[in-house]
């Protein structure tokens, strides 16, 4: 049996050929420590380094501004706690609705610790709402964490504008870029952010690695105690093999983004047509214009999500969905559109890459229409 269609890039791409040979020395020959003085050390510390500049470039920053980690889970909790530990003073932190857990967590980390966190609802598109930022961001706002584009539906949040909201209130601003550094266009300077998160695994890297952009002059304080690895913010020895990786792979979305990005949306955007042809009441989940080039999230009628893909093994995609004993509950992010629960069960969400071609659109979008059939 063929392998089924690969429609889950928002949950972690395969690392390219090109990212895997880079690698491979630091995992053979090349064994040093970074930090030691050495021959061996020295050629470990370059790498890094040259991998510092590959991150840098791709987001528009100077590259002693990034800090290597484990992933964006570790990226999101140093940004958001780490700022936290560093500004004892203020203790109100702004976000969305529709975060990841990544940033929902240790920001729910913080209000049990007696911060105060303000939750600001979004659109029926799932867009942050800025009325509801200027109500929620105040002289007492210590961060405001909005993710740049939701892992779910794709749509693009207006970060310069809550960043300029947040910086005139005195706040400091982060988002977590996963999911679009690599897809889109994202410049630090540009979206004014002050803190942003990456993740290796969505820009065809290697998981484990990820980084984490911190303005220069911006007070934070580091959540492992250890050596001074990491200019003192995140100590332990780099995974060297990880990060280069991670460099590599931004050289690559920084030399074929802007083409990458109009054939990925081409092919959502033709997927989308061919299963609105075929399935009445397809409805779509998030913006229709700004949003990922490569995500397409819909609600099939009449289904679950979850059936749906079972029904489906042509074809490996998800839906925002938790099955439970007894029932499933729909996505969060979903629901928190104003979607009706019946409703939002039905979604589920497609999301290409850079090895998906029209022939696998038109057979996974062939698969999903027979399976909608079936069930209904």
């Not at 003085?37 to 590259?63: P, S």
């Not at 942050?128 to 706002?141: D, K, Q, Y």
């Not at 939701?150 to 910086?167: C, D, F, K, L, M």
């Not at 989940?285 to 009449?302: A, D, E, Y």
Request: charged fraction near 20%.
């Amino acid at each position: 049996m063929a392998d089924p269609i690969y429609l889950d890039h928002n949950a972690s791409t395969p690392v390219l050929p090109e990212v895997r040979e880079a690698m491979l020395p630091y995992l053979s020959e090349h064994f040093g420590n970074p930090s030691s003085a050495h021959a061996y050390g020295r050629v470990m510390r370059a790498a890094v380094e040259r991998a510092r500049d590959q991150v840098a470039l791709l987001i528009d920053c100077e590259a002693g501004e990034i800090y290597f980690t484990s992933g964006g889970t570790e990226a999101n909790n140093l940004a958001i706690r780490g700022v936290a530990a560093a500004n004892p003073g203020r203790r109100h932190i702004v976000t969305s609705t529709v975060e990841h857990p990544a940033t929902s967590g240790p920001c729910a980390f913080l209000e049990d610790a007696g911060y105060r966190v303000d939750r600001v609802a979004v659109d029926s598109a799932g867009a942050v709402t800025l009325p509801g930022m200027r109500s929620a961001i105040s002289e007492n706002t210590l961060l405001t964490t909005v993710m740049h584009a939701n892992s779910e539906t794709g749509t693009v949040q207006p970060i310069r504008e809550i960043a300029r909201i947040a910086h005139a209130s005195g706040a400091l601003m982060h988002t977590d870029a996963a999911q679009s550094v690599g897809k889109l266009s994202v410049s630090v300077r540009r979206e004014e952010v002050d803190l942003l998160s990456v993740a290796g695994h969505k820009l065809y890297a290697p998981p484990g690695v990820g980084a984490l952009f911190v303005r220069c002059g911006t007070a934070i304080e580091p959540l492992l105690l250890g050596a001074g690895h990491e200019r003192g913010l995140r100590p332990g020895t780099e995974n060297v093999a990880a990060i280069v990786g991670l460099g590599q792979a931004c050289a690559i979305a920084h030399r074929t983004l802007a083409e990458e990005a109009v054939r990925i949306g081409a092919l959502r955007d033709h997927l989308w047509e061919r299963l609105k042809a075929q399935v009445p009441g397809l409805t779509l989940n998030g913006h229709p214009v700004h949003r990922l080039p490569n995500t397409l999230n819909v609600r099939f009628s009449g289904v679950s999500g979850n059936a749906l893909l079972a029904a489906c093994p042509a074809v490996a995609a998800s839906t925002g969905s938790a099955c439970h004993e007894g029932g499933e509950s729909a996505s969060a992010v979903i629901l928190a559109m104003g979607v009706d629960p019946d409703e939002a069960a039905g979604s589920v969400r497609l999301t290409l890459g850079r090895g998906n071609d029209r022939i696998q659109v038109d057979q996974a979008a062939d698969a999903l229409i027979r399976a909608w059939q079936m069930l209904n």
